[in-house]
């Protein structure tokens, strides 16, 4: 299903999933950012790859780099207004589509696959 997802994402936005779920963690973060290692753990990445997206971000305006004042090994990601105006524009037609899919999902056994997706759902909302 997230590859499903995905694909609709890209094509409607220009933005994948995980650029959009990386956006909803910084928006809901206090002061709009979390470290690159905070944003990793909360998409489910490695911090190589959570720096490669954060680089993604960056190119298409949604988010920036920035050292941390106290230490200056540490990074963060932030997100820019053009980045939370994205986030919150796609939000509700995120969710309408993970509707979709999952009304769409074969029946056997999708019972448990819905109410897990659900949850994870309500989860990175």
Same mark, same amino acid.
């Given at each position: ?9 890209q094509?409607?936005? #220009?933005? &994948? !999933? ?8 910084l928006? +809901?973060?206090? =002061? ?5 290692n ?18 993604r971000m960056e190119?298409?305006?949604l988010?920036?780099r920035?050292?941390?004042p106290n230490? #200056?090994? &540490? !990074?963060?990601?932030?997100?820019t207004?053009r980045?939370?105006? +994205?986030?919150? =524009? ?32 309500a989860?990175?909302?």
């Open positions: 299903m997230d590859s499903a997802l995905d694909r609709w994402m094509s409607a936005f #220009g933005v &994948g !999933i995980t650029e959009y779920r990386a956006s909803r963690h928006i +809901l973060s206090r =002061d709009r950012e979390l470290r690159i905070d944003l990793a753990e909360r998409v489910d990445l490695n911090q190589s790859s959570a720096t490669r997206l954060v680089g190119a298409k305006g988010a920036y920035d050292t941390c230490d #200056g090994r &540490g !990074i963060y990601a932030v997100i207004e980045g939370v105006d +994205l986030a919150n =524009d796609i939000h509700d037609k995120y969710e309408a589509k993970i509707q979709e899919l999952l009304h769409d999902a074969p029946s056997s056994g999708s019972a448990d696959i819905r109410r897990a997706l659900s949850t994870l759902s989860i990175i909302s």
